[in-house]
């Protein structure tokens, strides 16, 4: 049974007492003692029409005692209204199951309220139980108080009905995101009490047993253990929580095919089975796993006080394996997969979005990694996710803040060792997370779109630096600079313009720039991207295909597009690197593709040159320019400057 107590806890103020007592002055209540000047005959009436009221009263006294009670009373109660006087109202009723509703009750009968409402759940006198509102509200200008039951059994019925609809979703019966949230956020509280309640009860236990050696009290128990409820609390409990969070594969597909009413008929099958792989899996303390529908094709099951990662692994499984089982609808047979993230931790201190949260990123990897599969959440992969969103946030105002520096690698001949060009290289020098590679935030760039505006940073600042090199040294063959430009800088952005302005503006010459994109981005070129290319080699700016033979290697395209360099990709020049037993293959393929190159009249660059060794082999296949760690790293523009001019590069 449960109760709610209503009203205010203290007293009324006196205006409000003498508006009520003016009002039962022309309205006494049943059972009351009319106030002086009622005639015989309004008293009769008044005490009949209290004793056949259809509405369950009672007259209790200050001491919680009946004084009278009509018929409809001891109709509920199973007794004559004559035998009920006397007895304790509060035990007719159940006003005594719980502290609340007993305090609230007891301060009416003493006058300190003026109105006690609660809400019980009695057993009638033919057997069957009801809801009730029970009211206590004190007769005015007596001592006695007027105790009232309604039967609210068909609004508390309706009340459910209702909520059942508004809490379950309409096409699977399965409860509904509110509900999944409202049970999940109660089975995190609950977990997390529990893990109160057990420490606290482990504090105590050890605090019994120091008084227990201290004083040689006998709190010990049979084989010497403490006897506290420690050690039976929590039994069959273990605070942790797991969760299932499915999405199936290409069901848009279904709907937009075979109709919507088919989908919800699917939706409807896959629950039947979800529900049938929860139930299989086992049952806990509040019964069998949850199982929800999220909304669209999106499921969860949670699972409560589970055993471990392991049990949300075999359930995980088992779900796969019952979805990929045809489904027979009205004759029409469909196969459907789905992707499932897995979360399992400890239910103390988790909250119900955090849950989702990274539940939800789970699900994204199961996707991303083939679709048809379960994936355990790894924290050390959603680090790495956090730390990505963190750069994506911060990126845009980075180029503001100045806090992106270039740094060069030289573009070494491999005849005569001298630096012919270098390739511009940029750093993020983060305010978090320090020095950061191109690799780690370019690809963020490209995606959201802030490459346009760091690749035009890029460019000028190379651009300037080479032609401040120019200036520096007036008498030496000047150096190209190479910059890397993203698909997406052509065609997010007027790169021609682009180009032209800043070479205007810094004063260099076309031909010291090159541009270079990858192979994928390159081949394959058609309408604007390879308009703008041409338009850039037209003007005198070299296009170069970086990490050339990785991508699509269409050599039909080679003729076609405006390229001037093929930059072959590091993986080609590491098959060099093992002298002693080196692949005559990879040295074949290399001297192929310089020979092609050449044909067309392409210069060709090998990156990733590290040994002596590599750089004779390559120079000996007619291998133009070579970049890597034998040479230099990447290094400052004081670096180079010292560079230019100076004795050649080991080659």
Same mark, same amino acid.
């Given at each position: 049974?449960?109760?709610?107590?209503?009203?205010?806890?203290?007293?009324?103020?006196?205006?409000?007492?003498?508006?009520?007592?003016?009002?039962?002055?022309?309205?006494?209540?049943?059972?009351?003692?009319?106030?002086?000047?009622?005639?015989?005959?309004?008293?009769?009436?008044?005490?009949?029409?209290?004793?056949?009221?259809?509405?369950?009263?009672?007259?209790?006294?200050?001491?919680?005692?009946?004084?009278?009670?009509?018929?409809? /009373?001891?109709?509920?109660?199973? &007794? @004559?209204? #004559? $035998?009920?006087?006397?007895? *304790? =109202?509060?035990?007719?009723?159940?006003? %005594?199951?719980?502290?609340?509703?007993?305090?609230?009750?007891?301060?009416?009968?003493?006058?300190?309220?003026?109105?006690?409402?609660?809400?019980?759940?009695?057993?009638?006198?033919?057997?069957?139980?009801?809801?009730?509102?029970?009211?206590?509200?004190?007769?005015?200008?007596?001592?006695?108080?007027?105790?009232?039951?309604?039967?609210?059994?068909?609004?508390?019925?309706?009340?459910?009905?209702?909520?059942?609809?508004?809490?379950?979703?309409?096409?699977?019966?399965?409860?509904?995101?509110?509900? /999944?949230?409202?049970?999940?956020? &109660? @089975?995190? #509280? $609950?977990?997390?009490?529990? *893990? =109160?309640?057990?420490?606290?009860?482990? %504090?105590?236990?050890?605090?019994?047993?120091?008084?227990?050696?201290?004083?040689?009290?006998?709190?010990?128990?049979?084989?010497?253990?403490i006897s506290s409820s420690y050690e039976s609390y929590g039994y069959g409990r273990t605070g942790r929580i797991g969760l299932c969070y499915l999405d199936l594969d290409g069901f848009k597909a279904v709907n937009d095919t075979l109709g919507h009413r088919v989908g919800d008929r699917?939706?409807?099958?896959?629950?039947?089975?979800?529900?049938?792989?929860?139930?299989?899996?086992?049952?806990?303390?509040?019964?069998?796993?949850?199982?929800?529908?999220?909304?669209?094709?999106?499921?969860?099951?949670?699972?409560?006080?589970?055993?471990?990662?392991?049990?949300?692994?075999?359930?995980?499984?088992?779900?796969?394996?019952?979805?990929?089982?045809?489904?027979?609808?009205?004759?029409?047979?469909?196969?459907?997969?789905?992707?499932?993230?897995?979360?399992?931790?400890?239910?103390?201190?988790?909250?119900?979005?955090?849950?989702?949260?990274?539940?939800?990123?789970?699900?994204?990897?199961?996707?991303?990694?083939?679709?048809?599969?379960?994936?355990?959440?790894?924290?050390?992969?959603?680090?790495?996710?956090?730390?990505?969103?963190?750069?994506?946030?911060?990126?845009?105002?980075?180029?503001?803040?100045?806090?992106?520096?270039?740094?060069?690698?030289?573009?070494?001949?491999?005849?005569?060792?001298?630096?012919?060009?270098?390739?511009?290289?940029?750093?993020?020098?983060?305010?978090?997370?320090?020095?950061?590679?191109?690799?780690?935030?370019?690809?963020?760039?490209?995606?959201?779109?802030?490459?346009?505006?760091?690749?035009?940073?890029?460019?000028?600042?190379?651009?300037?630096?080479?032609?401040?090199?120019?200036?520096?040294?007036?008498?030496?063959?000047?150096?190209?600079?190479?910059?890397?430009?993203a698909v997406r800088q052509v065609w997010d952005s007027d790169l021609v313009a682009d180009v032209a302005g800043i070479l205007a503006e810094t004063g260099l010459a076309p031909h010291l720039l090159q541009l270079e994109l990858t192979e994928s981005a390159v081949m394959g070129s058609?309408?604007?991207?390879?308009?703008?290319?041409?338009?850039?080699?037209?003007?005198?700016?070299?296009?170069?295909?970086?990490?050339?033979?990785?991508?699509?290697?269409?050599?039909?395209?080679?003729?076609?597009?405006?390229?001037?360099?093929?930059?072959?990709?590091?993986?080609?020049?590491?098959?060099?690197?093992?002298?002693?037993?080196?692949?005559?293959?990879?040295?074949?393929?290399?001297?192929?593709?310089?020979?092609?190159?050449?044909?067309?009249?392409?210069?060709?660059?090998?990156?990733?040159?590290?040994?002596?060794?590599?750089?004779?082999?390559?120079?000996?296949?007619?291998?133009?320019?070579?970049?890597?760690?034998?040479?230099?790293?990447?290094?400052?523009?004081?670096?180079?400057?010292?560079?230019?001019?100076?004795?050649?590069?080991?080659?």
């Open positions: 049974m449960s109760g709610t107590p209503e009203g205010p806890v203290h007293p009324e103020p006196p205006e409000t007492r003498a508006a009520e007592s003016a009002l039962t002055e022309r309205h006494p209540p049943y059972g009351a003692e009319p106030r002086v000047g009622c005639s015989p005959s309004e008293l009769r009436d008044y005490r009949a029409a209290f004793r056949v009221a259809q509405l369950a009263m009672a007259v209790i006294d200050q001491d919680g005692v009946v004084v009278t009670a009509n018929d409809s /009373f001891g109709t509920l109660v199973g &007794a @004559a209204p #004559e $035998s009920l006087r006397e007895q *304790a =109202a509060a035990d007719l009723v159940d006003l %005594a199951s719980d502290g609340r509703t007993w305090h609230a009750y007891r301060e009416v009968l003493r006058g300190r309220r003026s109105r006690f409402r609660c809400t019980r759940r009695l057993k009638h006198a033919d057997g069957r139980s009801l809801w009730a509102e029970v009211t206590v509200a004190p007769v005015p200008d007596s001592r006695r108080v007027l105790l009232s039951i309604t039967d609210i059994s068909d609004r508390r019925e309706l009340q459910a009905r209702l909520r059942h609809l508004q809490m379950h979703d309409p096409v699977t019966r399965l409860p509904n995101r509110a509900l /999944f949230f409202e049970r999940l956020s &109660a @089975a995190l #509280e $609950s977990s997390t009490q529990d *893990a =109160a309640d057990r420490a606290s009860a482990a %504090a105590v236990a050890g605090t019994a047993s120091a008084v227990a050696v201290a004083g040689a009290v006998d709190t010990v128990g049979p084989g010497g253990t699917l939706l409807a099958a896959v629950a039947s089975r979800l529900t049938e792989c929860a139930d299989s899996d086992g049952y806990t303390r509040s019964g069998g796993h949850l199982v929800a529908r999220l909304g669209g094709d999106e499921f969860a099951i949670v699972v409560e006080e589970s055993t471990g990662t392991e049990q949300l692994a075999d359930l995980a499984r088992s779900v796969l394996n019952a979805l990929q089982r045809p489904f027979d609808l009205g004759g029409q047979r469909l196969s459907v997969s789905a992707s499932i993230g897995v979360v399992e931790r400890s239910g103390s201190g988790t909250t119900a979005t955090a849950l989702m949260q990274d539940a939800d990123t789970t699900l994204y990897w199961a996707k991303a990694d083939g679709k048809a599969r379960w994936t355990l959440f790894d924290p050390e992969r959603n680090a790495h996710r956090m730390t990505r969103q963190a750069l994506s946030s911060t990126l845009r105002p980075a180029v503001e803040r100045g806090e992106f520096a270039l740094e060069y690698q030289p573009l070494v001949d491999l005849a005569d060792g001298a630096v012919r060009g270098v390739e511009a290289l940029v750093r993020w020098n983060h305010p978090q997370f320090g020095v950061l590679p191109p690799n780690r935030f370019v690809g963020i760039a490209e995606e959201d779109g802030s490459i346009v505006e760091l690749g035009r940073w890029v460019l000028n600042t190379a651009c300037r630096q080479a032609r401040q090199w120019q200036k520096d040294h007036p008498r030496e063959r000047p150096i190209f600079v190479s910059v890397n430009v058609a309408g604007r991207p390879l308009q703008a290319l041409q338009a850039l080699s037209d003007m005198g700016v070299r296009i170069a295909i970086d990490d050339f033979g990785t991508g699509y290697s269409n050599l039909a395209y080679l003729s076609r597009l405006p390229v001037s360099v093929l930059k072959l990709d590091g993986s080609f020049v590491r098959g060099f690197q093992d002298e002693e037993h080196a692949n005559p293959a990879d040295e074949l393929i290399v001297e192929a593709l310089v020979q092609l190159a050449h044909r067309l009249g392409l210069t060709v660059t090998a990156e990733c040159v590290e040994t002596s060794g590599q750089a004779s082999r390559l120079r000996r296949i007619g291998c133009d320019t070579g970049q890597g760690w034998l040479y230099s790293r990447a290094v400052t523009p004081d670096r180079i400057a010292e560079l230019i001019g100076a004795e050649p590069l080991p080659a």
